[in-house]
């Protein structure tokens, strides 16, 4: 178990550490987002399964489902901002302007 929560715990702070150092581009920002929400839902999954959760069940699905939400949100973002800047990266985003 420890070896395990280890290892979501380390994939949950290498996608943090890379959404906090590697702010040049928006998808790689997103990627980073999608590892996070990952190890979380593993994690999440994990737990309900271990203590015999009934009643969190579900918690796994919602946040997969949310995620998926998310993820489409930044896709509709990142073709958004491609169009109308001609590439992602963050430096050229300023939204004070239009």
């Known amino acids: 178990m420890t070896h395990i929560l280890f290892t979501l715990t380390a994939a949950f702070t290498l996608g943090l550490s890379g959404l906090t150092f590697n702010r040049m581009h928006l998808l790689s920002a997103l990627l980073c987002l999608e590892g996070m929400m990952l190890s979380l839902f593993i ?5 309900c399964s271990l203590n015999d959760m009934i009643m969190f069940s579900s918690a796994p699905l ?3 489902a949310l995620s998926a939400c998310e993820a489409g949100l930044g896709l509709s973002l990142l073709v958004a901002t491609s169009r109308t800047h001609g590439s992602d990266h ?5 939204l004070l302007q239009c």
């Open 43 to 47: 994690a999440l999954a994990m737990w």
């Open 62 to 64: 919602l946040l997969l």
């Open 90 to 94: 963050l430096q050229n985003l300023n």
